[in-house]
């Protein structure tokens, strides 16, 4: 599917802007799309990769990764029955999971490609993605957002009464999303077209060496100390005092009190991390330096590897953009969704925002400049940006980390939560904010 859309994309945008007289734009298009790859995702991209990696090295190392396993263990089997609930890919999805949930999409990336190439060791068929691949991403198109802090930031900015007023209505888009996100991957894995190569099964793992790459397997930590347990303790209180304090002081945009919890909880959760993985694994007894180097250099690998995916479907979709492929969709389906409720100026969000965020976040702004903030529409549009995901770009990242050639059904699961978390955001919109 993926290599249809792509050709797609390429050959359309480029037959439009022959006929449209969009030839420069197009080219221009395409080498701005090519840098943006490079120097604007890749590059930064590998040095967030090294700092998350490396601190999940020294998580995995210590036996913490494990532990925070078996938190969510019971829903993981269910969801992914074809890794074993010892294996250290349990551990990363929960952290992206939980980062995605917290809007932390610089922690949440890096943790993902962490959770991809866990999968990948699981992963019979090297170049065709698993089920637990497609599910996992499926997740990622479509995660629980607590809170849609792009998009309520941009509502404060331009002077919107409650810009926090679109929390209640994401979440309840983005669980719609997930869940169809799920059960979609679910269900297309079971059509013959989709079927992974015949004989292919994934390999029992018993435990957390035999799965492990590269002697991967966790260091015989020793036990904490009495000592070690205060000093960890003492480590939770003081962030907790910070939490407090950061609390007490609020936001004017939150008026909830839980709303603000997990706002200050978002602020506080990467700092917290940073010091507690490093800090729980030297009191276990790992060399805590020369592990979180090993894994740092998972990170620089992980972006040579992605470079070519990221040129791919950026030019595709920047020439496509270019050419005016969205605006002719938007002219075409306009008067369709008119009659469903869904505003015309929302389309052309609505059709960017699986290739590419930077757009769909710039679309989103002058809507906002031009309905004004605290309009219906606005609100709507917020909704939309924080229920639904650049699927396009999490699939050539993530996949293209594995060096994964088949995506099967993963990005069909993935637009289906797009579409799901769209249809819900007007629905809900409909009824909680339309005056």
């Known amino acids: 599917m993926i290599n249809l859309i792509w050709l797609g994309l390429l050959l359309v945008g480029l037959v439009a802007g022959l006929f449209t007289g969009h030839l420069e734009a197009v080219t221009a298009a395409a080498f701005e ?80 490609l962490r959770a991809m190439q866990d999968l990948q060791s699981l992963n019979p068929n090297p170049s065709t993605a698993s089920n637990a691949m497609c599910t996992f991403l499926a997740i990622n198109t479509s995660s629980v957002q607590l809170i849609p802090a792009t998009a309520i930031g941009i509502l404060a900015a331009a002077g919107a009464i409650h810009p926090s007023a679109i929390i209640g209505t994401t979440l309840v888009a983005t669980a719609s999303s997930c869940i169809a996100g799920i059960t979609s991957a679910k269900l297309l894995q079971r059509l013959p077209c989709f079927a992974l190569p015949y004989g292919a099964s994934i390999p029992v793992v018993t435990d957390l060496t035999s799965s492990s790459k590269k002697g991967d397997s966790i260091i015989s930590a020793q036990p904490l100390s ?25 936001s004017a945009e939150i008026t909830s009190p839980i ?32 592990e979180f180097v090993e894994g740092g250099k998972e990170g620089f690998q992980v972006a040579l590897r992605i470079f070519p995916y990221l040129v791919a479907i950026l030019v595709a979709i920047g020439i496509f ?3 005016g492929g969205i605006d002719f969709l938007s002219d075409l389906l306009a ?12 389309l052309p969000l ?27 529409v606005s609100q709507l549009a917020g909704t939309i940006l924080g229920s639904t995901e650049t699927t396009f770009y999490v699939l050539a990242v993530y996949f293209g980390s594995v060096a994964i050639k088949k995506s099967r059904h993963a990005l069909a699961a993935g637009l289906i939560a797009d579409t799901a978390g769209v249809a819900a955001a007007l629905l809900v919109c409909h009824l909680l904010l339309k005056a």
């Open 321 to 323: 953009r270019a050419a």
């Open 33 to 112: 799309a090519c840098k943006t790859a490079i120097m604007t995702i890749a590059l930064p991209l590998s040095g967030i990769m090294a700092l998350w990696l490396g601190l999940m090295r020294l998580a995995e190392k210590s036996g913490l990764l494990e532990k925070l396993a078996v938190l969510l263990r019971p829903l993981l089997v269910r969801l992914f029955p074809e890794v074993p609930a010892n294996h250290p890919a349990m551990g990363s999805m929960l952290m992206n999971i939980a980062a995605n949930m917290l809007g932390l999409s610089n922690a949440a990336t890096p943790l993902g």
């Open 226 to 250: 009495w000592k070690g347990k205060m000093l960890l303790l003492l480590f939770v209180l003081l962030f907790g005092y910070g939490f407090v304090t950061l609390f007490m002081k609020g």
């Open 335 to 346: 008067p369709l969704l008119d009659k469903i409720g869904l505003p015309s100026q929302l």
């Open 259 to 290: 709303l603000q919890a997990i706002t200050v909880f978002s602020i506080i959760a990467i700092p917290f991390l940073l010091g507690f993985f490093p800090l729980y694994a030297f009191l276990r007894g790992v060399p805590v330096y020369e």
């Open 350 to 376: 609505i059709l960017v925002r699986p290739l590419s965020g930077s757009a769909a976040t710039g679309l989103f702004a002058e809507i906002v400049k031009t309905a004004g903030p605290n309009s219906f």
